[in-house]
């Protein structure tokens, strides 16, 4: 006898959402109906095991079948069926709280679309985003008899017995027609099939088979083939692979199945840097195989790059990129994670907000940090030649939100330094601070070699003091966050006020200063759109001048900033420091007391010096070097007179 019944007001607003979806990603149907079984499977499995009225057995399988000509696609198991009741009840009600929270967002209107039906992973019901008939004909072992329960996606459904000898349940579905931009037929090709099993249940433990075509030789009647003649058979095949190698006992498996798995998964030509391998239990349960490249991926720093991992919910897949499993400074990992606690909540909640899925990123965080130190501190060549090719994106990670996480990230940085040939860390810097040094120095330069020769090292070079040097354009931002390091700030050497000399070095410049007061002041007056200041230096010994920044932006800063977006633009306060040593400063005393025009040429010339050893453009080329040329002839001609 055929009963019909209503469903239940939720499931009829699902079925109505699913049927009218303009979802895109129709395709997890399959999905869903496949985890469906491999969960029934797993039922019954686990209930043999305490219930001796059950077959023993390990023979399991998911099996899927396309008839073309009748758009139909079917998928059987021979898990723990359903029962009259069962199948009303779980077929007939939703009865998960997760969908019907979805469905509750839907009605407040906080989900836009149904874009995000995927991520609810809704299960049964999504066959009706294909589907315009449902069969389900299911037999359980506890049910004398079997149930054929058929619905259209509207209103109600039926149900009636049925006959089938074996234990399970076979999903038949029966295909919508092509509409306008929406292909159903491709679901009736093995191969799309085929490809979809690979793509989302490629490790569902069970084997999933299917029947294919096979064209094999034809044999004479000897058994020997006979060239160029085909027979086509149909075999059952599985199609996936079963067993993840995360999956697998690490004793099983070999760092060269790992680079195999890294390099076929992630499309790359070289083994990864590091692989990390773990497998969770506890009051958090997960596993996860990460990976670092040996080389960041070419497009790394565009905004096109989306991190993240794939993300597995008890084997089966969810999504590629799980974004909310990498932080920003590590979004170079490429790898796994699969947990068996986000099985039955994952898919049906919103992913940011799930409290599960950010523990397991915070643990993984951790894991990848301290592998980090741990190489750091016993290969250094493997940690330098990461640092090389991913330090800048730990140098972001610390700048980033106002240092969070500057406390983790500090001791993991290497810096080239002026004095060292090998890159170091603050601790080894700090360390090897000679007395009476008390802050970190630090260069920006375009290479270290242009530190090292640059005015600014003077006096931190006769103090035997070494400087951090940075050519990163993030660097100067980051320090600014770090600010200090076991209690000794950072002082760039091209900025603010050194603070080395002691008392007796500083009287001395003071009392220059004061007796060349007009002199500055003059020179301040003939560079007043240029520099903030002009002023004695405390930095230099060899060289005649240089150009630093006041406390506040760095030149460096100042140009990286600039190159951003915006009109408005940041000004650096430029002030030019004179070293009072130097011979070239008694010159231009002379020039001062003999001649005050001539002052103004050399205060152009000196300044327009200054720019260029700091590498910094010379506002108007020719006519600094007009005024070069009118300096030399004049030394010249000055020469002349006197030796003639
Ligand atoms: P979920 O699987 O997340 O619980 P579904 O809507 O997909 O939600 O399925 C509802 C219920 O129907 C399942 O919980 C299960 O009890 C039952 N069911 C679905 N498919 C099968 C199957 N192939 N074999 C046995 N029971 C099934």
Redesign the pocket.
């Known amino acids: 006898m055929r009963e019909q019944m209503e469903f239940k007001t939720e499931s009829k607003r699902l079925l109505d959402l699913m049927i009218h979806s303009i979802y895109t990603n129709k395709e997890i149907f399959l999905r869903?109906l496949i985890s469906?079984?491999s969960?029934?499977i797993d039922k019954y499995h686990l209930t043999s095991l305490t219930d001796d009225s059950l077959e023993k057995t390990n023979e399991y399988e998911i099996h899927l079948e396309v008839d073309k000509k009748h758009r139909k696609v079917k998928i059987s198991?021979n898990?723990?069926?359903?029962t009259y009741d069962?199948l009303i009840n779980?077929?007939g009600t939703i009865a998960?709280s997760g969908t019907l929270e979805f469905l509750q967002k839907f009605k407040e209107k906080e989900l836009k679309d149904t874009d995000l039906i995927g991520q609810f992973g809704v299960?049964?019901?999504s066959s009706f985003m294909v589907a315009k008939k449902v069969q389900v004909v299911?037999k359980s072992p506890y049910s004398e008899v079997a149930y054929k329960w058929i619905s259209e996606g509207e209103e109600s459904f039926t149900i009636e017995e049925t006959t089938k000898e074996s234990r399970g349940?076979e999903?038949t579905l029966t295909l919508r027609k092509n509409e306008e931009g929406e292909d159903y037929d491709q679901f009736l090709e093995a191969y799309k099939i085929r490809s979809l099993v690979k793509k989302y249940s490629d490790y569902v433990k069970y084997p999933i088979t299917m029947e294919e075509e096979k064209s094999v030789p034809v044999l004479d009647e000897e058994g020997n083939e006979v060239e160029g003649k085909y027979d086509t058979v149909t075999e059952n095949t599985t199609i996936n692979s079963q067993t993840p190698i995360w999956n697998k006992a690490k004793s099983d498996v070999t760092d060269e199945d790992l680079n195999e798995f890294y390099k076929s998964t992630y499309y790359d030509y070289d083994n990864p840097l590091f692989t990390l391998w773990n497998n969770i239990e506890g009051a958090l349960t997960y596993k996860s195989l990460v990976f670092i490249p040996e080389k960041a991926p070419y497009n790394l720093y565009s905004e096109k790059y989306e991190k993240g991992l794939q993300l597995y919910a008890k084997d089966v897949f969810v999504m590629d990129k799980c974004k909310e499993l990498v932080p920003d400074y590590l979004r170079f990992i490429k790898g796994v994670v699969v947990s068996q606690d986000l099985s039955?909540n994952i898919s049906r909640e919103i992913l940011q907000k799930n409290h599960q899925l950010t523990k397991i990123a915070q643990n993984l965080e951790k894991k990848i940090l301290s592998e980090l130190e741990k190489t750091l501190k016993n290969d250094r060549e493997k940690y330098a030649k990461f640092f090389k090719e991913f330090g800048v994106n730990l140098k972001y990670g610390v700048y980033d939100n106002f240092g969070e996480k500057k406390e983790l990230l500090q001791d993991l940085l290497l810096f080239q330094t002026a004095n060292k040939d090998d890159v170091i860390t603050l601790k080894e810097y700090v360390e090897a601070m000679p007395k009476g040094q008390d802050a970190i120095y630090y260069g920006s330069a375009s290479s270290k070699s242009a530190i090292k020769v640059s005015p600014q090292m003077d006096l931190i070079k006769s103090k035997g003091f070494d400087v951090l040097v940075f050519t990163d354009e993030i660097d100067e931002f980051m320090i600014q966050i770090l600010h200090e390091y076991d209690k000794k700030p950072f002082k760039s050497i091209n900025q603010g006020d050194l603070n080395i000399l002691d008392e007796e070095e500083k009287k001395t410049i003071e009392d220059l200063e004061n007796e060349n007061k007009t002199l500055l002041e003059a020179l301040q007056e003939i560079l007043k759109d240029e520099v903030s200041d002009v002023k004695l230096s405390t930095r230099l010994t060899d060289s005649p001048v240089c150009l630093v920044s006041g406390e506040g932006l760095s030149f460096e800063m100042e140009k990286v900033m600039n190159q951003m977006p915006g009109d408005k633009k940041m000004k650096a306060d430029k002030i030019l420091e004179i070293n009072p040593k130097h011979e070239l400063f008694k010159a231009i005393e002379n020039v001062y007391l003999d001649s005050k025009e001539d002052l103004a040429d050399f205060a152009t010339v000196l300044y327009n010096q200054a720019l260029l050893i700091e590498g910094l453009p010379v506002k108007d080329p020719v006519a600094f070097s007009n005024k070069m040329v009118a300096l030399m002839i004049r030394a010249a001609k000055k020469q002349n007179g006197e030796t003639a």
């Open positions: 869903e469906n079984a969960d029934a198991d898990g723990i069926g359903m069962e779980n077929l998960k299960g049964f019901y299911t349940t999903i039955l």
